[in-house]
């Protein structure tokens, strides 16, 4: 039985659904979905679901963290465009560890029609993992990307010709020790590959093309696309937080999702290359190669590749907790 639906601050039982469906659109470790949401009469509680990290590409929970702010994200965008202020406090309460943030929906604002654009644009966002075009993404796109990051207090960096070759090196390191690693690769055979039926992790259908000898490589998410071998040159780009703690995290996941926002509304895709933030040796190596001052937090590429179906997603009964207590 699916949890009750309250109206929460201006925002009608309808509108709050409506809200909590944009906010489960946003992308997380392979397809994990580790967030859950709690309506009570204070605002929109979103917590993290612990059933659902990864102990082995996640042991420290950054990326489901970084999910659960991508999530928060969208939950604000979404209220925003709809009229009301989501005043949003992180991490309220210091004996609730799942707690991640409370969002208040109970001022009246004016939408900002640069936020309703990215809120149009939240259901057409996706992860897409087939070959680029090489066509140029335009510099006041690449310039509205980074100011998309700043807002949410983190940084997109410029890299030189010479840092990406490094980091294209960085990424094949980080590839290498994920798939010679036995836990690794049991826990990413339990959630790839899924059948349609499936509403978490990634299907097959999903899967991108084979990367090219010399190409950045991506993960295998099941059966790559036969005879297709990517050899495109996208625009690879670093998010980075000036600090690593779990506020920062939340952080830098809400500017990643401004982000891939920003790109969507512009026409642009966008899929991950977890392999050199997921090792953290190989996250140490980054953060030298960008100077030490940021801690490099998810890596992107982008571009323009073909239409793909949408990944699933868990229902709304799912995600909802009781009024009352926090399940299990």
């Given at each position: ?28 470790t392979h397809n994990t979905q580790p967030w859950r949401f709690r ?25 489901l963290l970084l999910s659960c702010g991508a999530a928060l994200f ?194 642009f895709d966008a899929s991950f290359i977890s392999q050199p933030v ?51």
């Open positions: 039985m699916t949890p009750p639906v309250t109206s929460i601050g201006l925002l009608d039982p309808d509108q709050v659904k409506s809200v909590i469906g944009a906010a489960v659109l946003a992308p997380s309506c009570t009469p204070a605002g929109l509680e979103l917590h993290t679901d612990p059933d659902r990290a990864l102990p082995v590409a996640d042991a420290d929970r950054r990326e969208n939950l604000r965008t979404a209220i925003h465009a709809l009229g009301a202020h989501p005043a949003t406090t992180l991490l309220p309460r210091r004996d609730d560890p799942t707690l991640l943030a409370v969002v208040r929906p109970f001022a009246a604002r004016q939408p900002d029609q640069r936020l309703v654009r990215l809120a149009d644009a939240i259901p057409r966002r996706h992860t897409n993992r087939t070959p680029f075009e090489s066509a140029v993404i335009p510099e006041p796109v690449v310039a509205g990307l980074r100011h998309a990051a700043e807002v949410e207090q983190a940084w997109l960096p410029r890299l030189d010709a010479h840092q990406l070759d490094r980091l294209r090196e960085l990424v094949r390191k980080g590839h290498q020790a994920q798939i010679t690693d036995p836990a690794f690769l049991a826990e990413w055979r339990h959630w790839t590959a899924r059948s349609r039926e499936s509403r978490d992790g990634v299907p097959e259908y999903a899967a991108g093309a084979m990367p090219s000898e010399d190409g950045w490589i991506l993960r295998d998410f099941g059966s790559r696309r036969r005879g297709q071998v990517d050899e495109s040159e996208p625009v690879v780009v670093v998010i980075g937080s000036f600090d690593d703690k779990k506020a920062d995290r939340i952080r830098a996941g809400q500017a990643m999702q401004r982000v891939l926002l920003t790109a969507t509304a512009a026409g997921e090792v953290p040796t190989v996250r140490a190596e980054l953060r030298t190669l960008l100077g030490g001052g940021l801690w490099p937090q998810i890596v992107l590429r982008l571009g323009q590749g073909t239409p793909v179906p949408w990944t699933p997603r868990r229902s709304l009964e799912d995600v909802l907790l009781e009024p009352d207590r926090l399940s299990a």
